[in-house]
């Protein structure tokens, strides 16, 4: 560990990735990301966008470079401790990746259950953010029997129940209508207000402008990252309608805004 990386959550130098004997995924990409920042992952599809996030949870090693995350280099870590270090990290798969065996809430329940939360705070904790996505209504619901836009809404309470100290969004609001979207990102965007680091990675270029949060850009393999510089990264600017017309104008005051103290 050194001390350069106290501040950052993630830091990648010249990482490259590819699969088996294929081109390179992903090409020299080098970052800090602050803790406290919120960040929008974009680029088209194939772009590297999912294999980036699988990188900085664990789920792959890169194929040459340096990974650190909460300040620790992946590669000298012993494997034991890294189990650890991942159940600090929240990911909203891109495919949702519930268990179809339990319920909406059991899946949900699932990461207090295993860091060993009360019962009665479990319980009172899914219901209300299972409620605040919209699914008060299909708390025993199982995963085949909802929708993919429900899917995903368990999926999202799932990552965020613990209060990560980094949440990876994989398109997390591909499945949803705006109104959602936009609900879904306030969500994110007060959890990042008590401290959680965000990335999310997204399509929709309407919620990026709309938010206002510096961009990690993909262009085959290549990173860049656009607008860090003039925002405090972790506050976005004043809401201002983007350049979808309004498309997704939610007023702050209409209880769009998650009141976290009363969800966690
Ligand atoms: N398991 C894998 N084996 C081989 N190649 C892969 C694998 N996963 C991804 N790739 C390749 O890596 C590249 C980047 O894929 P990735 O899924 O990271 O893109 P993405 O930006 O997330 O795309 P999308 O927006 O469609 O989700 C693509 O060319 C893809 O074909
Ligand atoms: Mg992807």
Do not use: C
Not at 170 to 178: A, F, I, M, Q
């Amino acid at each position: 560990m050194t001390t350069d990386d106290s501040e950052n959550v993630v830091r990648f130098e010249n990482v490259g990735l590819r699969y088996g004997l294929g081109p390179e995924v992903l090409q020299d990409v080098t970052f800090s990301l602050p803790a406290g920042s919120f960040h929008f992952l974009v680029g088209d599809s194939g772009a590297g966008k999912s294999s980036l996030l699988k990188l900085i949870y664990l789920a792959l090693k890169p194929s040459r470079g340096l990974i650190s995350l909460f300040g620790r280099d992946i590669a000298t870590t012993p494997r034991r401790e890294l189990p650890a270090m991942r159940r600090r990290v929240g990911v909203v798969f891109q495919e949702f990746r519930l268990l179809n065996h339990l319920s909406a809430f059991d899946n949900v329940a699932l990461p207090l259950r295993v860091a060993g939360v009360r019962k009665s705070d479990i319980q009172k904790h899914v219901v209300e953010l299972l409620s605040w996505v919209g699914l008060k209504d299909h708390l025993d619901a199982r995963p085949p029997t909802l929708s993919g836009g429900q899917q995903q809404r368990v999926s999202i309470a799932r990552a965020v129940i613990s209060r990560p100290k980094l949440l990876l969004a994989d398109e997390p609001t591909g499945n949803v209508d705006d109104r959602m979207a936009m609900r879904l990102l306030h969500l994110f965007e007060e959890l990042n207000k008590l401290g959680t680091t965000v990335i999310i990675a997204t399509h929709n270029s309407h919620l990026v402008e709309k938010m206002g949060f510096p961009k990690m850009h993909l262009d085959e393999g290549w990173l860049e990252i656009v607008g860090a510089d003039t925002d405090r990264a972790s506050v976005p600017p004043a809401s201002e309608p983007g350049p979808g017309g309004g498309l997704l104008d939610d007023g702050d005051d209409d209880g769009t805004r998650p009141d976290l103290e009363k969800l966690f």
